[in-house]
């Protein structure tokens, strides 16, 4: 069995170049490969574009990235909670597409599944379609949407073994399962690497052929985007 396990994260990201596209897992400040990303704001590589469900915030996740103005375009589809992401789009300094959730899911997914490219009804009749091929299908307009073409796809999970094999574990579940294989490389970032052979294959979500790199993080932290309390009495 290919043991796809590297020793670093500094060896993980071997190969990321100025210009080049990511795909970033997570949704939220949930399931980002947080030690991947910090070592790309240390590398440096700059001109980037990254597909993400949100561009993190302001002192966190992928807006690390954008405070060193590292990030030419995102591709997202909700980014509110980030005001160093509204101020560079609002001063023309980021390229900013706006993508419907579903939508952002499936060009990941079709690209995992190697599918060029697919319709859907969504964002029909609305600026998303604008310079798209549109076709009728049982009566209901639909949008011709391309799969994505990055060069690595830089995910998180719970667990993971050296062959590659991936366990996401609750919300962490959301993009980084459809992103996975649907890049040239995908680094796999875990929170416990254990042995191949270790994990019940009935759990796992992402099989290793699809990873072609995985290490284990450290220091991950649990943010909370919008904290709400109920009001003391």
Same mark, same amino acid.
């Given at each position: 069995m290919i043991n796809k396990k590297v020793n670093t994260v500094q060896e993980a990201i071997n190969g990321i170049k100025d210009g080049m596209t990511l795909l970033v $897992? $997570?949704?939220g400040l949930c399931g980002i490969p947080e030690n991947t990303i910090a070592a790309l704001v240390q590398n440096g590589s700059k001109n980037l574009t990254c597909i993400s469900n949100n561009a993190g915030v302001d002192d966190f #996740?992928? $807006?690390l990235l954008l405070h060193k103005k590292q990030i030419k375009k995102m591709i997202s589809s909700y980014v509110g909670e980030n005001a160093e992401f509204e101020r560079q789009m609002l001063t023309g300094e980021l390229e900013v597409e706006l993508i419907p959730q579903g939508t952002l899911a499936e060009r990941c997914r079709a690209a995992q599944a190697g599918i060029p490219a697919f319709y859907t009804p969504a964002g029909y009749g609305t600026e998303v379609a604008e310079g798209k091929?549109?076709?009728?299908f049982n009566g209901k307009m639909h949008v011709l949407e391309h799969a994505f073409q990055a060069d690595f796809a830089i995910v998180k999970a719970w667990? #993971?073994?050296t062959a590659g094999n991936l366990i996401f574990k609750g919300t962490a579940r959301n993009f980084n399962p459809v992103m996975a294989g649907a890049a040239k490389v995908t680094i796999a970032e875990v929170e416990e690497l254990v042995e191949a052979g270790s994990l019940d294959p009935n759990q796992i979500h992402i099989p290793g052929i699809f990873v072609q790199r995985i290490f284990q993080g450290e220091k991950y932290e649990k943010r909370i985007e919008q904290r709400t309390v109920r009001k003391k009495e």
């Open positions: $897992g $997570g949704f #996740g992928l $807006g091929e549109t076709r009728d667990k #993971g073994d």
